[in-house]
C-alpha cells in the first residue's frame, strides 16, 4: 500500500463499462516524510475521496481486491481516506488541523 494525496479528477465521456460508476482521481504519492514525490497515478476511487484528501491506495492485483473492483480493469484503487499518521508519539498528519500537508 502506498499513500498520495488526490491532486486532480480524471472525467472520461468514454471508457470500459466495467468501470462505469467509478470515479477515477489524480494521485501524487508521498514519500515516508509525507512530502509529496511529483509522482502522479490515475486511480479508480472505492471510498468518495476529494480533492485534497491524503488516502491509501494499493496497485496491481490487490487494486481489484475491493468489492466496488473485483474484474475491473484498474491497476490502482483508492482503499482509504487517512485521518491522521503518527509515529513514534509524533503526528506526522492530522486532517483535521491539516498537520503536514
Known amino acids: ?5 488526490v491532486i486532480g479528477t480524471v472525467v472520461a465521456v468514454r471508457k470500459e463499462p ?3 460508476g467509478l470515479k477515477l482521481l489524480v494521485i501524487n504519492y508521498m514519500n515516508e516524510e509525507m512530502k509529496l514525490t511529483g509522482k502522479t497515478v490515475v486511480c479508480t476511487d472505492t471510498v468518495s475521496a476529494g480533492t485534497g484528501d ?3 491506495l494499493c496497485s496491481s492485483s490487490s487494486a481489484r481486491m475491493t468489492s466496488k473492483t473485483v474484474d475491473v480493469c484498474t491497476d490502482n484503487t483508492i482503499v482509504g481516506i487517512v485521518d491522521s499518521i503518527s509515529s513514534i508519539g509524533e503526528t506526522l498528519y492530522h486532517k483535521k488541523n491539516r498537520i503536514g500537508t
Open 54 to 56: 491524503v488516502v491509501l
Open 1 to 5: 500500500m502506498q499513500l498520495g494525496k
Open 18 to 20: 466495467n468501470l462505469d
